[in-house]
């Protein structure tokens, strides 16, 4: 099994960016704990970052993978086109944050991608994604549906 962890805008920032809200941690800490947790699936990953729509947008398209782990960031709220991008393909996508956006402003509260995910997870730090990587496993080894 092969997934992409896909990370937009501003998370190439992590470990300077707001540490009180997305820790001390950095995007390349980020991808190491995610290889360990993959390397004991047996999964093969591939990370991206972009901080534009439309290379995220191009990156979902062309991707030949068996899932997507997705923190969209700020485009989670306002991004129609990442949604249809995500509704163009066949692939399962988990939607993922650091931060338990219900917890925070009200804009961070609506999803536009959420209906067109699998599933979503936030709040638990980098954890989320680790929990992700986790119900993606699951749902494709078909054990719980
Ligand atoms: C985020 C939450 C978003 O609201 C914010 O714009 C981000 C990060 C998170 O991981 O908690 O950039 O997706």
């Known amino acids: 099994m092969k997934i ?9 920032m992590l470990g300077k960016r707001e540490p009180e809200i997305y820790g001390k941690n950095t ?3 980020l991808q190491d704990l995610i290889e360990n947790y993959c390397k004991d699936l047996k ?4 990370f991206y ?15 030949a993978v068996d899932g997507i ?10 991004s129609v086109a990442l949604r249809d991008a995500i509704s163009s393909v066949k692939t399962p996508v988990i939607e993922v944050h ?3 956006v219900h ?9 536009l991608i959420s209906p067109v995910c699998l599933g979503v997870i936030c709040g638990f730090g980098f954890n989320s994604y680790l929990l992700a990587i986790n119900g993606l496993h699951l749902f494709l080894s078909k054990d719980v549906k």
Request: aromatic share 8%.
């Open 27 to 29: 995007l390349s800490n």
């Open 103 to 111: 917890s925070r402003e009200e804009f961070r509260h609506k999803s």
């Open 4 to 12: 992409l962890i896909l990370n937009g805008p501003n998370l190439n």
């Open 98 to 100: 650091i931060s338990n």
């Open 69 to 78: 782990v997705f923190n969209a960031g700020a485009y989670t709220h306002t």
């Open 43 to 46: 999964y093969d990953v591939e």
């Open 49 to 63: 970052q972009s901080n534009h729509e439309g290379d995220l947008i191009d990156k979902i398209q062309s991707s």
